[in-house]
């Protein structure tokens, strides 16, 4: 059960006092069975007090004077005494102003000559005094449960949760990670030699490719070397084939000149014999006409004539020696160690 906080302005200041030991006294028979009833009920006193304690003790600051005086001039301003009462009061009272400011300013605006009295104030204490309360065995009861069973809740969880922390190992736990660190480094250790094999192979491989490069690479230049140099001597080969070419060119004009006028010369020379033969053989031919007819030989043996047998040779010499100089073949030299043949080409 709840209760209810439902203050009551004290209408003077000795019954202020009363008013709040009577509530003392109700909230005391009307206590609950619960921790969060009593405290509920001492809230209620405490805010009950507070409130009498400002209702029968107003303050007579500054600030609460400077606002009784506006609430004077408003009062006795004639555009607000038009609206009624009740109004004016209850605009007081949201402006802050208690019921005997409010009247005292009602008296000070009906008489304006009358000087203002303010209110004595009395002394306040910061804090409301303890109320008085007595236990009896449930309080007691409900707060042995209630603290019991807050103690052992705090004592499961530290338990549970705490404990397990702050409790050191036992030698069972160091022995198993021990073992279990064991196993580890001989598990890296093996891992790491089988990766150090397999290194060893991999640089092994990496070293033969390496060497087979090596090898490839200088085959390669050796062919390259070869190449370029058989490059070179081809280039150099061509060259001497179009120089002796272009020689042949510059030359074969001169050639067939030179074949033309050997020509010429040798028909001359043939057509002066031929000439000559003739005016032989018509100078020779009466006394051939006129000589007696030798007697036919006799049929016989055949054999090679004398005339023959003595000027076999000479056909060839004269072959040789009827042979223009012009037909022989000559050799000259191109200035490269070479000799090229210019001999004219007879059909």
């Not at 490059?231 to 060119?249: G, Q």
Request: proline residues 8%; contains cysteine.
């Amino acid at each position: 059960m709840i209760h209810e906080c439902i203050p009551r302005a004290a209408s003077s200041p000795q019954e202020a006092p009363l008013e709040a030991a009577n509530g003392n006294m109700i909230d005391g028979e009307k206590r609950g069975t619960t921790v969060a009833e009593i405290l509920t009920a001492g809230n209620c006193r405490s805010e009950s007090n507070s409130r009498a304690s400002d209702t029968a003790y107003p303050m007579s600051t500054p600030d609460r004077q400077e606002l009784l005086r506006n609430a004077v001039a408003f009062l006795s301003d004639p555009k607000s005494q038009a609206s009624p009462l009740a109004q004016r009061i209850q605009f007081l009272e949201s402006k802050g102003l208690n019921s005997q400011e409010i009247d005292l300013a009602l008296r000070q605006s009906s008489n304006p000559s009358a000087p203002i009295s303010y209110p004595a104030s009395y002394p306040v204490s910061a804090f409301p005094a303890a109320a008085s309360t007595q236990w009896d065995w449930r309080d007691y009861f409900i707060t042995a449960v209630v603290s019991g069973t807050i103690t052992y809740g705090a004592v499961a969880l530290f338990k549970k949760y705490l404990l397990p922390h702050l409790q050191p190992p036992s030698t069972t736990a160091y022995e198993q990670d021990r073992d279990a660190l064991n196993a580890q480094f001989d598990a890296a250790e093996a891992l790491l030699k089988e990766i150090q094999a397999e290194t060893a192979l991999v640089r092994a491989a990496v070293e033969e490719q390496k060497e087979k490069v090596d090898k490839t690479t200088k085959d390669i230049e050796l062919v390259v070397t070869e190449m370029r140099g058989s490059e070179l001597k081809t280039r150099d080969e061509m060259r001497e084939i179009r120089d002796e070419v272009n020689t042949i060119r510059e030359m074969l004009p001169k050639m067939i000149d030179r074949n033309k006028d050997s020509q010429t010369q040798s028909l001359a020379e043939l057509q002066q014999e031929l000439k000559s033969l003739k005016a032989l053989l018509l100078s020779r031919g009466p006394s051939i006409s006129s000589s007696p007819s030798s007697p036919l030989p006799t049929p016989g043996r055949p054999s090679i004539p004398a005339w023959q047998l003595a000027g076999a040779p000479s056909p060839l010499g004269s072959t040789e020696s009827s042979t223009p100089s012009y037909m022989l073949p000559t050799a000259t030299s191109n200035g490269k160690g070479k000799e090229v043949d210019l001999s004219p080409s007879t059909s």
